[in-house]
């Protein structure tokens, strides 16, 4: 059975960093493309950030430079390391991934960024 745990979430001022991880568990987790995704208080979830298999990355431009997508395959766990978060970056992050034709999201972790 496929899971997605994230973690890491919390409250963060403006400026401040937060490192989210997602624990995977139920497939071969070195093989699969992650991918990080958001869903802001009434917006539409949008795409984040994506890691693939064979180590390449992209980003959404409203996080380019300022948020970086890793792995641990030891660890089955993907990361989200946000840098100099912004209010805007507020929203419940998820991560997904895809397996045997069937898309996995996680439940998700709380970011708010408020002073």
């Known amino acids: 059975q496929v899971q997605l745990v994230e973690s890491g979430g919390g409250l963060v001022q403006p400026g401040e960093s937060l490192r989210l991880s997602c624990t995977a568990s139920?497939?071969?987790?070195?093989?699969?493309?992650m991918v990080w995704y958001r869903q802001a208080p009434g917006k539409q979830r949008e795409w984040v950030a994506t890691?693939?298999?064979?180590?390449?990355?992209a980003y959404a431009d409203s996080v380019k430079g300022r948020f970086t997508t890793s792995r641990d395959n030891a660890r089955n766990t993907v990361y989200l390391q946000m840098n100099s978060l912004k209010p805007d970056d507020t929203a419940v992050y998820y991560c997904?991934?895809?397996?045997?034709?069937?898309?996995?999201w996680g439940q998700g972790t709380q970011v708010i960024v408020s002073s």
């Open positions: 997904k991934t895809n397996w045997r034709f069937r898309d996995y």
């Open positions: 139920g497939f071969t987790f070195s093989i699969n493309t």
């Open positions: 890691l693939a298999t064979e180590g390449s990355t």
